[in-house]
């Protein structure tokens, strides 16, 4: 088929090398001259496992390519998947839809004949039948969201869990044209799920605000393990052995951030407030509000090792991305952290593999360093922020040797504690002894 992505941002720019993969003719599509150039020399504007290669392979054959023209994509295909972002608005919870109508329009203003636009964006519930209107009469317009995870984004789109396919009345030519699309993918033995709009709209929100309640619970149980002297991370094993309930993402710590769970979570409350749907919108607010707290805790856990205050102290922070294997520091516990610490009179290095280059845009006023080591040089305290698997590899007798202290505070729980007590350290933990 011959196919177009609108909006290549991190969801579009994935989806479009995979559907190349796939074996597709792929145009994709994107107001940002800079990141059109990037795409079409066949790298990412961000780091993605597997992402790469597959732009690399598919825009060298000519299978993908990529244009800032949505006149030249309408005359491409007959098939345009719309990825386009939608953040937070200003000040608010709710969702800004600016940028996915903008995109609408520009596309229906030039596509002619039958035409199927698939839409991928997440939105509040109700935003397909206000496109149908925009699109206009001949465009038969789907849903079908995203259930992509960073770093294992190329993954989930080729080999995905669930596809799930949202339709107004009357839409049996586009489920025709998205079954030919995903039809690799769908006879691989991919459950595929046919629904209307509004049911495919909330699945993406309600999917993320259960992951997000499932963290919060579990760092809830925290507060329940500090107090008691128990153990969280046993906790969540017994937990986890439940089949109804499972181990995955149900890990204790500094809880999620990124661009997905803590914008989607407050855009589905937001719908909820406005639909009286008062259960959802306390369940959503104690959900946000008890992963903020986390952040808050381990500010806490630093200033009683530091005697009360943080004037003057040196302060390292091992991670910067919200996650590991990505560059993505939207939304990122430990960059929060380190925020406030900073605020609160300390000097704070941070470090990361991937996302260092965009913390010390973003943050300035942090000093950034390569080296995990050297970042600790004269710290006061240690704290692990972000799970990447190199920083448990690193031998905590080296790193006690370049410390002014030697604490760390383990905000993931994941370094091996009783290896850095034998090494001479303190070691602080949500949630545990």
Not at 178 to 200: E, F, M, S
Not at 325 to 352: F, N, S
Request: overall charge negative.
């Amino acid at each position: 088929m011959k196919l177009t992505v609108i909006g290549c941002g991190y969801l579009g720019a994935t989806h479009a090398a995979c559907m190349a993969e796939l074996g597709h003719e792929v145009l994709g599509v994107d107001a940002d001259p800079d990141k059109v150039a990037v795409l079409n020399s066949g790298r990412a504007p961000f780091f993605e496992h597997g992402l790469d290669e597959l732009l690399a392979r598919h825009t060298a054959s000519g299978r993908l390519r990529f244009t800032g023209s949505v006149a030249e994509a309408a005359a491409f295909g007959d098939l345009h998947f719309v990825g386009v972002g939608t953040p937070q608005r200003a000040g608010e919870q709710a969702y800004d839809l600016t940028h996915l109508f903008t995109a609408v329009r520009q596309l229906a203003s030039h596509v002619r004949g039958k035409a199927v636009v698939a839409v991928k964006s997440t939105v509040p519930v109700g935003t397909a039948a206000r496109l149908a209107e925009t699109l206009g009469e001949g465009v038969e317009l789907a849903w079908n969201p995203e259930f992509l995870r960073e770093s294992n984004a190329v993954e989930d789109s080729l080999r995905p869990d669930r596809l799930v396919l949202g339709f107004g009345s009357g839409g049996s030519r586009a489920e025709t044209v998205l079954r030919q699309c995903y039809a690799k993918i769908i006879d691989a033995g991919t459950p595929t799920i046919v629904t209307d709009w509004a049911t495919a709209e909330l699945a993406k929100s309600a999917a993320n605000a259960f992951l997000a309640t499932k963290i919060s619970f579990i760092n809830a149980m925290a507060e329940i393990c500090e107090a008691s002297g128990a153990d969280v991370r046993q906790l969540a094993d017994v937990l986890g052995h439940d089949a109804r309930i499972g181990h995955r993402g149900m890990a204790p710590g500094l809880g999620y951030g990124g661009g997905c769970l803590p914008k989607d979570l407050r855009g589905f409350r937001a719908r909820a407030d406005e639909l009286g749907a008062d259960r959802a919108v306390a369940l959503l607010g104690e959900v946000d509000a008890v992963n903020q707290a986390r952040r808050e805790r381990v500010v806490s856990l630093v200033r009683e090792e530091c005697g009360g205050s943080l004037e003057g102290r040196r302060i390292t922070v091992w991670g910067a991305a919200f996650k590991p294997d990505t560059d993505d520091i939207r939304d990122a516990p430990a960059l929060a952290v380190a925020r406030r610490l900073h605020e609160l009179g300390a000097t704070v290095t941070v470090t990361d593999p991937q996302a260092l280059d965009k913390a010390r845009k973003a943050h300035p006023q942090l000093v950034c360093v390569d080296s995990p080591v050297e970042a600790a040089e004269g710290a006061d305290v240690l704290l692990h922020l972000t799970e990447w698997p190199e920083y448990g590899r690193i031998d905590p007798r080296v790193v006690r040797e370049r410390v002014g202290r030697a604490c760390v505070v383990d905000g993931r729980g994941t370094l091996d504690a009783g290896r850095w007590r034998e090494a001479g350290w303190t070691v602080r933990g949500l949630g545990r002894r």
